[in-house]
C-alpha cells in the first residue's frame, strides 16, 4: 500500500516539485496551500508523513504542527527558508521530527521521508512487546509510553530515540551514532537535534526531569537508558 503524504507550502512551484517527484517513487501525495487548510485536513485524512513549511499563511507551520501534536504523532518534516540554529531548533520544539533549510535537495528529502515511513513499518510489522520498569511502561506495539499509568504523548522520533535506548540498556550511544540509527541517513552534523529530543523526552517520562533515573547522560560521550 502506498504511503500517503500532505505537502503542504504557499509556493505552488515547490509543491508542484516535490509531488511530482514523489509520485514517481510511487507515494500518494495530497497537497495544502495554507496552515488551515493544511490543519482541516490532517484532521480529516489519515497520513503517513506531512511535509510542512514554517512560513504560511492564515496560520504558520509552527503553529499547525504544535495544535496537530494535540491529537496526533504523524511524523512531521518541517521546511524553512530561514537558516538560523534557532528556528530549526524551534521547529523541534513545537513537535517535528525533522527540518530541511530551502532550498534543499529533493533526492536528500526523498530519503528522509523514506527512512521515517520504513522505520514507521517495521515497528508496526515487528509486533514488539513491552518494558516495564520502576514506573515506566513502553509498548512497542502500540508505540505508548505511560508513567505511574498517565500517558507521555510522544513524537515519532522522541519514540524511536527512547526505543533504541530502552531495548539496549546500559549502552552508551554518541549524539552523532544516534544521529545515524535513529534518523536513518547521513544527518548533517547538528548534534545538538539530539540534546532537544533527550530533553523533551526527560520532560514528559522523568519524574523529575532536572534529575533523570532512565535517560542518562554519559559525559563527554553520549547517552544511555539506566534498566
Partial sequence: MAAKILV??????????IKFSLEQDGFEVDVA?????????????????????VMLPKMDGLEVCQQVREF???????????TEDIDKILGLEYGADDYMTKPFNIL??????????RRQRFYE??????ISIRGLTIDF????VFYEEKEANLTAKEFDLLELLALNAGKVYSREKLLDVVWGYDYPGD???????VRRLREKIEPNPGEP???????GVGYYFKS
Avoid: C
Avoid at 35 to 40: D, N, T, W
Avoid at 125 to 130: A, C, D, F, Q, T
Avoid at 191 to 197: A, E, F, G, S
Fill in 141 to 144: 506495539d502500540s508505540r505508548q
Fill in 33 to 53: 496551500y495554507d496552515g488551515e487548510e493544511a490543519f482541516q485536513k490532517i484532521k480529516n485524512t489519515e497520513y503517513d508523513l506531512i511535509i510542512l513549511d
Fill in 125 to 130: 510489522e515487528k509486533h514488539l512487546n513491552r
Fill in 72 to 82: 496526533s504523532m504523524v511524523p512531521i518534516i518541517m521546511l524553512t527558508a530561514k
Fill in 108 to 117: 536528500e528529502l526523498k530519503a528522509r521521508i523514506k527512512a521515517i515511513i
Fill in 8 to 17: 503542504v507550502d504557499d509556493e505552488k512551484n515547490i509543491i508542484k516539485g
Fill in 213 to 219: 533515573v532512565f535517560i542518562m547522560t554519559k559525559w
Fill in 191 to 197: 548534534v545538538r537535534t539530539v540534546d532537544v529530543h
